[in-house]
């Protein structure tokens, strides 16, 4: 429906929300726990760039020390 309305979208965010959405439908609302989304989705997403940084940062010493 996004693509369809040229709404910008996300791929891993309407899976997240079509697994979320299909387990509330098979087993109701009591099958969704917001501690799990929160620690296994938000978390993650929220800190993956900062060790990426860390990662690309440390990487790029790294090579300037040996060259």
């Known amino acids: 429906m996004t693509w369809f309305l040229g709404i910008p979208s996300s791929s891993s965010h309407a899976l997240i929300g079509g697994v979320i ?8 609302a009591d099958a969704v726990t917001g501690d799990g989304i929160i620690s296994k989705v938000v978390l993650p997403a929220v800190l993956a760039p900062f060790a990426a940084g860390l990662i690309a940062t440390l990487g790029t010493f790294a090579v300037y020390v040996i060259t």
């Not at 959405?21 to 109701?28: H, K």
């Open 21 to 28: 959405g299909a387990t509330f439908i098979a087993d109701g």
